[in-house]
């Protein structure tokens, strides 16, 4: 195992689940912005 | 049509790519019934969130130069592109989001423009306005959507341009600020996710990092690469633009606190450096193939990655792929036209034609000035050949014009001095556009370079050497005004 793998394992980890996990606060936030998730 | 493209593309690969393209549709129509006032329309009633802001800052400020564009780079040069030449803008974009997102606070601006108006004046507001025009075309991503139109679907590129266009003005119009940070956040999953899947796919057809090293031999593995380190700093120094970058400032001035503007950048940060290592090391194993006649040797070094992936992407991932392209293309080129379209309305016709306009006068301006700025775009996309000139002349005016006035009016206590803004915008600008000028009259193509060089004193400039000039003389301009516009 090499530096660069250990680069590629991290840059999959950030553009993959990483990238989704924002995506879910994303939806979180536009939901309570735009109206949709207000109690 | 590009045939190593196209034959591989299956209808189930097609129908990703059209569903995408309707998403960004149906999303524009939902959200063009919520927009009443211009600060809505604009800057989405400056209420975005970190996570609204890492996709929104990523995904526009990323487009198809980086993802096609650095993996070229990387195929011919190796990891220099992901060391040396990208993480400069690292410690630049750190900057802006630890130190520039503080002294914004509590500034009532639409634009990086308005925001130097309010500070030195009219005059100053103008010149910003021009050169944040100029570099806020995206020209280059235009051209891109149509190169993407040609591989697809053999469409011709002023067509190919025109769709593009189409398609990006029509939902931020309908929905501006909004529909533009929603988009960006589909269009930022799409393009992420995309190259995570195919980053794996592609590593793994030429044997991981092993079988570039075997192919492509240790200086691909060069941090500093091997270009002289004059070249090198100068590429480097490029990463100032960040400072001054308009999008950066409108999604700034769109964000709900300081707070959120530091942790988009420190998460952004993250993203960033993992997009560009996906693209640099996609880029070394299409370097690898070509190398090893998997790919021809006179593949043009930006298609590398269009050329690998169906050829190593299963049926449906290539459609992902690709509809990466087309996201992270139309995710710049929809951002970049509000910007554009704002510094046209807001910061130039509004202060110098009519000041009484009303918000719904604004928004309607703001759209047909959208459609204004993408007609340009096509027509310098389609006839001028060499867009990455266009590109660096493009950015190498905004620093001029911006970044002496713009620092100064944030971090330098006293009151402003109009005078000061005046002359060191106006200066910078005028400085560039001469230097550009004088080489274009009496300097000399420089083949291997591709530019244009003059020897003078015992010098020999090149045409990149503008900022060197320009920058000094909008500093000198900054001191000159401050000292004879300075108020007893």
Known sequence: VTVWDVLTWLTVAVLGPGVLVICVAVARDVRRLLGGGQR | ?488
């Not at chain 2, 080129?333 to 006068?361: E, K």
Request: aromatic share 10%; proline share 5%.
């Open chain 2, 1 to 488: 049509m590009d045939r190593h493209v196209t034959q591989f593309l299956r209808p189930v690969d097609l129908a990703v790519v059209a569903a995408y393209l309707a998403s960004m549709i149906v999303i524009g129509v939902l959200l063009a019934g919520r927009v009443k006032a211009y600060r809505d329309f604009f800057l989405a009633g400056r209420s975005l969130t970190t996570p609204i802001l890492v996709c929104t800052l990523v995904s526009s400020y990323y487009g198809l130069d980086s993802l096609l564009g650095d993996s070229g780079d990387a195929s011919r040069e190796g990891v220099v592109v992901w060391f040396t030449y990208g993480r400069p803008y690292t410690i630049a974009l750190l900057l802006t989001g630890l130190l520039l997102a503080r002294r914004l606070a509590g500034r009532d601006a639409l634009s990086l423009a308005d925001l130097l108006g309010q500070h030195y004046g009219r005059p100053t507001q103008l010149a910003a306005a021009i050169a944040s025009f100029l570099y806020a075309l995206p020209v280059l991503a235009i051209m891109g959507l149509a190169a993407i139109g040609e591989a697809m679907f053999g469409l011709p590129l002023w067509l190919g341009a025109c769709l593009g266009s189409a398609v990006s003005v029509a939902y931020v119009a309908m929905g501006g600020a909004w529909a533009d940070v929603l988009t960006d956040t589909a269009q930022f999953a799409i393009m992420c996710v995309s190259l995570a899947v195919a980053l794996p796919f592609i590593l793994g057809a030429v044997g991981g990092f092993a079988g570039v090293r075997a192919t492509l031999g240790e200086a691909a593995f060069a941090p500093l690469g091997s270009a002289p380190p004059l070249y090198t700093a100068a590429y480097a120094l490029t990463a100032v633009s960040v400072l001054v970058e308009p999008l950066f400032y409108q999604r700034m001035l769109a964000a709900r606190d300081t707070a959120a503007i530091r942790n988009a950048f420190l998460v952004g940060l993250l993203v960033w450096g993992a997009y560009d290592w996906a693209t640099t090391s996609v880029g070394m194993a299409g370097g690898a193939m070509m190398a090893t006649g998997v790919l021809p040797a006179d593949t043009p070094r930006d298609q590398v990655l269009l050329r690998l992936v169906p050829l190593y992407l299963p049926v449906g991932l290539s459609g992902l792929f690709l509809g990466g392209c087309l996201a992270a293309a139309m995710s710049t080129v929809d951002s970049y036209f509000l910007v554009a379209a704002g510094n046209l309305v807001y910061d130039i016709y509004r202060p110098l034609v009519r000041r009484n306009l009303d918000d719904r006068q604004l928004i309607r301006y703001t759209r047909v000035a959208m459609l204004a700025s993408a007609a340009v775009c096509v027509v310098l996309g389609v006839y001028f050949e060499r867009i990455k000139e266009a590109w660096a002349f493009m950015a190498t005016i905004l620093t001029s014009t911006l970044l002496v006035p713009t620092l100064a009016s944030l971090f330098l206590p006293g009151r402003p001095v109009p005078l000061a803004g005046a002359l060191a915008s106006w200066g910078g600008l005028l400085a560039v556009l001469l230097f550009y000028a004088v080489m274009h009259v009496w300097g000399a193509p420089d083949l291997d370079l591709e530019t244009r060089r003059m020897d003078a004193v015992g010098l020999t400039l090149l045409r990149e050497y503008a900022l060197f000039a320009a920058v000094p003389v909008s500093a000198l301009g900054y001191a000159v005004g401050g000292v004879l516009g300075r108020r007893p």
